[in-house]
T-cell receptor, first 114, second 105 residues
Framework: DAGVIQSPRHEVTEMGQEVTLRCKPISGHDYLFWYRQTMMRGLELLIYFNNNVPIDDSGMPEDRFSAKMPNASFSTLKIQPSEPRDSAVYFC????????????FGPGTRLLVL | TQLLEQSPQFLSIQEGENLTVYCNSSSVFSSLQWYRQEPGEGPVLLVTVVTGGEVKKLKRLTFQFGDARKDSSLHITAAQPGDTGLYLCSYKLSFGAGTTVTVRA
């Protein structure tokens, strides 16, 4: 299996622009997670889905962030409008079982908002 | 307040030396996971510990779960440059801040 695929790997944008991050989970995994990693706050869970349904979005920082999972093989995380404080590495992960144990992470998208 | 407190924050050692990193909490856990994250990559699961007092070995890495299931440690014997990375402990969907380990050749 190819593992979790994320695109783009790097994104540089200007404040106010819309940013869309994409994720393809491992085939057959029922759970999909979006995390954000910064030096200050570490690795934080933003939202997770089970069978394409959002289960917990309490980690989404504010209304500028939204996530969708239209089918089992694709998810997006959108930031609109983006701000410099959104600069971070965003990871997508998937899990085959309960969703709370083994997670397989993608390589991340490094976002810089100028 | 972090659910999982990791220490030390940074650790730099010479190749061949041993090291231990810690993960502590005031809560009792049903299980705990350790991940390693290399620069530019996502975290990769190393091990899951589930039983109080459990010791698991993965080549030169030894993982221990405290008897009370509130803490865990990771010991690396004869560290190599390939062990360099960020070591994260995790409980369910929460992660500690991590220990950045640098092994110098």
């Amino acid at each position: 299996d190819a593992g979790v695929i994320q695109s783009p790997r790097h994104e540089v944008t200007e404040m106010g622009q819309e940013v869309t991050l994409r994720c393809k989970p491992i085939s057959g995994h029922d759970y999909l997670f979006w995390y954000r990693q910064t030096m200050m706050r570490g690795l934080e869970l933003l939202i997770y889905f089970n069978n394409n349904v959002p289960i917990d979005d309490s980690g989404m920082p504010e209304d500028r962030f939204s996530a969708k999972m239209p089918n089992a093989s694709f998810s997006t995380l959108k930031i609109q409008p983006s701000e410099p404080r959104d600069s971070a590495v965003y990871f997508c992960a998937s899990s085959p079982v309960t969703g709370e144990e083994t997670q397989y992470f993608g390589p991340g998208t490094r976002l810089l908002v100028l | 307040t972090q659910l999982l407190e990791q220490s030390p924050q940074f650790l730099s050692i010479q190749e061949g030396e041993n090291l231990t990193v810690y993960c502590n909490s005031s809560s009792v856990f049903s299980s705990l996971q350790w991940y390693r994250q290399e620069p530019g990559e996502g975290p990769v699961l190393l091990v899951t510990v589930v039983t109080g007092g459990e010791v698991k070995k993965l080549k030169r890495l030894t993982f221990q779960f405290g008897d009370a299931r509130k803490d865990s440690s990771l010991h690396i014997t004869a560290a190599q440059p390939g062990d360099t990375g960020l070591y994260l402990c995790s409980y369910k969907l929460s992660f500690g801040a991590g220990t950045t380990v640098t092994v110098r050749a």
